[in-house]
């Protein structure tokens, strides 16, 4: 199984300013990796496909990038609805595995 | 517009069964891989199953195998997730999700979740 670790584990910060999440690979998922953001009593939202495509909808202030092992969601310049817990996902092996999130908090 | 709607969810004492349904609207459901997500409270998420747009493959987390068992009915646009033996640590949100990918998804429409409570 491969074991998907998101730091950190919270980012607090203020609006307009930029957030930087990591995952990293227990082992190289090439760039078979999404990312998604959920809001307290919400389903997950797909943000970003296969390391770096935004999903349909979702504003350019979000951008994904790495792959291999290393993994990095970009929000540039945060909006008051960007403020919840984001996932990392794995579809390079079954099972599919999900990273324990990073909650990203207003400072 | 795409819509996932679960059912079925409630309070089964551990050990029993119960059977969780996913109605699906405003796509092709039949050229669709479905699944499984789990998310107990205050936990992060966890994939359950998922099957294949003909049902002709299944896959299973090991926490579920043998226990739980997907299905799907295209005519009726609805997947299934029939839950035997179930346990405490099978509470959870459990969400149905739509494959955005090809053989092994990520996950692009999602469900508003159905809450499963095992508790005596």
């Known amino acids: 199984e491969i074991v998907l670790r998101q730091s950190p584990a919270t980012l607090s910060l203020s609006p307009g300013e930029r957030a930087t999440l990591s995952c990293r690979a227990s082992?190289?998922?090439?760039?078979?990796l999404a990312w998604y953001q959920q809001k307290p009593g919400q389903a997950p939202r797909l943000l970003i496909f296969?390391?770096?495509n935004r999903a349909t909808g979702i504003p350019a202030r979000f951008s994904g990038s790495g792959s291999g092992t290393d993994f990095t969601l970009t929000i540039n310049s945060l909006e008051p609805e960007d403020f919840a817990v984001y996932y990392c996902?794995?579809?390079?092996?079954?099972?599919?595995?999900f990273g324990g999130g990073t909650k990203v908090e207003i400072k | 517009e795409v819509q996932l709607v679960e059912s079925g969810g409630g309070l089964v004492k551990p050990g029993g069964s119960l059977r969780l349904s996913c109605a699906a609207s405003?796509?092709?459901?039949?050229?669709?891989?479905m699944n499984w997500v789990r998310q107990a409270p205050g936990k992060g998420l966890e994939w359950v199953s998922s099957i294949s747009s003909s049902s002709s493959y299944k896959y299973y987390a090991d926490s579920v195998m043998g226990r739980f068992t997907i299905s799907r009915d295209n005519a009726q646009n609805s997947m299934y997730l029939q839950m035997n033996s179930v346990r405490a640590e099978d509470t959870a949100v459990y969400y149905c999700?739509?494959?955005?990918?090809?053989?092994?998804?990520?996950?692009?429409?999602w469900g508003q979740g159905v809450l499963v409570t095992v508790s005596s």
């Open positions: 082992q190289s998922v090439t760039s078979y």
């Open positions: 999700a739509r494959s955005h990918s090809t053989v092994i998804p990520d996950l692009d429409y």
């Open positions: 405003g796509f092709t459901f039949s050229t669709f891989s």
């Open positions: 996902q794995q579809r390079s092996n079954w099972p599919l595995t």
């Open positions: 296969d390391a770096s």
